[in-house]
Every structure is written in structure tokens, then in C-alpha cells.
């Protein structure tokens, strides 16, 4: 079975900068089958990016991915308030990291 | 557009049994792989299991925490997936959505299942 982990746990930002978020496998997964959610409070999460770096209907251009092998990033461009959540990598069909939490101040 | 609309969770005490189901729509769930995954209060995300659609065998495989107690099974005439879970933990209280696999169209809003005494 195949873990991801994620880092940082928690990353605190203001708007407009920019989020880095890492994913990393502990194998090679092949970058067709790793995805992004996002989950605000209270909320189901949602898909943001699947296939590695394919964004997801409705997703704006600010957010991205990438990677390969068993390192994969999210980059969030010009951080607005509503950025503010819980983002998870996935596995298709299989595990999930553990989250990163994103504040914006 | 996709929608998952999953059903069936409440209070069970320790011990216990509840099957779940969800309900799918919009898409050719008869191919699709499904999945289930769950989120205690607080916590990340924890896929549970998946199945395969029956062209690729129909099987299905299970995360440790619920493998030997919880069975995913479906119905592709009802485009329905369901998880019976049976011998329940106290640490199997969660909400569980399911998902399709793959690249993951929906989300539906879960079904909370609480296991307590």
C-alpha cells in the first residue's frame, strides 16, 4: 500500500501570496492517477486537480499541479480568502494524505 | 452532471451492523469503479474500499481498519453501491461518501454513521 504524506501540517498565508503544498508517495505513483481535493468546513470535499496537473471543471487557473514519481505539489497563485480550507492528495482508488490546512490571515 | 447521494447511517451501538447505499445518477455507473471513503469527527479523510465494475471482475479490495468486517457490493440494474458493515467499532464512526473511481466526478454530501454505546 502505497502512503502519502503530506507538508506542511498547516501553512499560514495573507492574500495574494502564494501556497505551496507537497504530496509525497512512498512509491512511484504514476502522475495519471494522483489527484487534489479541497474541503472547507462543513462542507464535502471537492476536486480540484486529477491526472497530476489537470484542473478540474471550473477550477480557475490559479490553482495548479504538479509532479511526478513521488513528489507531487500544489500551487495556489494569489491566495484570496476562500482559499482557506483542508487540501488532500489521493491515490485513484486508494489513499489519501493526511491534509494540509491552509489559513489565510 | 454526476451526482452520488449516499444513505442508510444513524446510531448503532458497538457491536453492530448497517448497510449503507448510494444512490448514483448521470453517468454509466455499470462501468464505473466505486469507491467508499470516510471522515471521523475532526479527522482526514480514510478511503474504506473499492469495487470494480463487472467487466473488470467485480471485486473489491478494503483498507485494513475494515478489512474482514465491512463488504462493499453493488447493484448495477439499481445504479446503486453499498457497504455492509458488520462487527462495528467505536472507531468506525464517520461520515462515508462514496466516490466514483478514477478520476473522481462527485462528492456526495455522506451519511454520518455513529457507533456507540
Known amino acids: 500500500e502505497i502512503v502519502l504524506t503530506q507538508s506542511p501540517g498547516t501553512l499560514s498565508l495573507s492574500p495574494g501570496e502564494r501556497a505551496t503544498l507537497s504530496c509525497r508517495a512512498s512509491?512511484?505513483?504514476?502522475?495519471?492517477?494522483l489527484a487534489w481535493h479541497q474541503q472547507k468546513p462543513g462542507q464535502a470535499p471537492r476536486l480540484l486537480i486529477y491526472?497530476?496537473?489537470s484542473r478540474a471543471t471550473g477550477i480557475p487557473d490559479r490553482i495548479s499541479g504538479s509532479g511526478s514519481g513521488t513528489d507531487f505539489t500544489l500551487t495556489i497563485s494569489r491566495l484570496e480568502p476562500e482559499d482557506s480550507a483542508v487540501y488532500y492528495c489521493q491515490q485513484y482508488d486508494s489513499s489519501f494524505g493526511q491534509g494540509t490546512k491552509l489559513e489565510i490571515k | 452532471e454526476v451526482q452520488l447521494v449516499e444513505s442508510g447511517g444513524g446510531l448503532v451501538k458497538p457491536g453492530g451492523s448497517l448497510r449503507l447505499s448510494c444512490a448514483a445518477s448521470d453517468f454509466t455507473f455499470i462501468d464505473a469503479w466505486m469507491n467508499w471513503v470516510r471522515q471521523a469527527p475532526g479527522k482526514g479523510l480514510e478511503w474504506v474500499g473499492r469495487i470494480r465494475s463487472r467487466s473488470h471482475g467485480g471485486t473489491s479490495e478494503y483498507a485494513a481498519p475494515v478489512k474482514g468486517r465491512f463488504t462493499i457490493s453493488r447493484d448495477d440494474s439499481k445504479n446503486t453501491l453499498y457497504v455492509q458493515m458488520n462487527s462495528l467499532k467505536i472507531e468506525d464512526t464517520a461520515v462515508y461518501y462514496c466516490?466514483?473511481?478514477?478520476?473522481?466526478?462527485?462528492w456526495g454530501q455522506g451519511t454520518l454513521v455513529t457507533v456507540s454505546s
Open positions: 491526472a497530476a496537473s
Open positions: 512509491q512511484s505513483v504514476d502522475s495519471n492517477y
Open positions: 466516490i466514483t473511481g478514477g478520476i473522481v466526478r462527485a
